[in-house]
Nanobody, 122 residues
C-alpha cells in the first residue's frame, strides 16, 4: 500500500506559478510511475503529467506542455508539479497518482492522493 499526500494548491493570478508536492509513504516510491491528474467541477478527471519509474521519461498533453513540469526527488519520497504561466482553465482539484507503469488513463493507477485545489483568477 502506498499513501500519497498532495500539498501546494491555492489561489494565483493568471500568468503566475504554483508548485504542487506529492509525498509518498514508501521508500520504494522511485519504482512507481507517478502522475498528476486534475478535475474541474462537472468534468471528468483529466491527465496532466506523468513520470516513469526506474527510467526518467516524461509526457504531457498539449494543454500543459511547455508550462508544467513533473519531477521526482527520490531522497524525499516526493514528486512535484511545477506549474508556470497558469491560465483560468487550469483551475481544478489536482491529484497525485502512483502506478506500475506510465499511462494517461486514470484507471491505470492504483494509488491516489486526496487532491489539492488550484484556482487561477483572470
Amino acid at each position: 500500500q502506498v499513501q500519497l499526500v498532495e500539498s501546494g494548491g491555492g489561489l494565483v493570478q493568471a500568468g503566475g506559478s504554483l508548485r504542487l508536492s506529492c509525498a509518498a509513504s514508501t521508500r520504494t516510491f522511485s519504482n512507481y510511475a507517478m502522475a498528476w491528474f486534475r478535475q474541474a467541477p462537472g468534468k471528468g478527471r483529466e491527465f496532466v503529467a506523468v513520470l516513469s519509474g526506474v527510467v526518467t521519461c516524461t509526457y504531457y498533453p498539449d494543454s500543459v506542455k511547455c508550462r508544467f513540469t513533473i519531477a521526482r526527488d527520490a531522497a524525499k519520497n516526493t514528486v512535484y508539479l511545477q506549474m508556470n504561466s497558469l491560465k483560468p482553465e487550469d483551475t481544478a482539484v489536482y491529484y497525485c497518482a502512483a502506478g506500475a507503469s506510465p499511462k494517461v488513463l486514470s484507471a491505470s493507477y492504483s494509488y491516489w492522493g486526496q487532491g489539492t485545489q488550484v484556482t487561477v483568477s483572470s
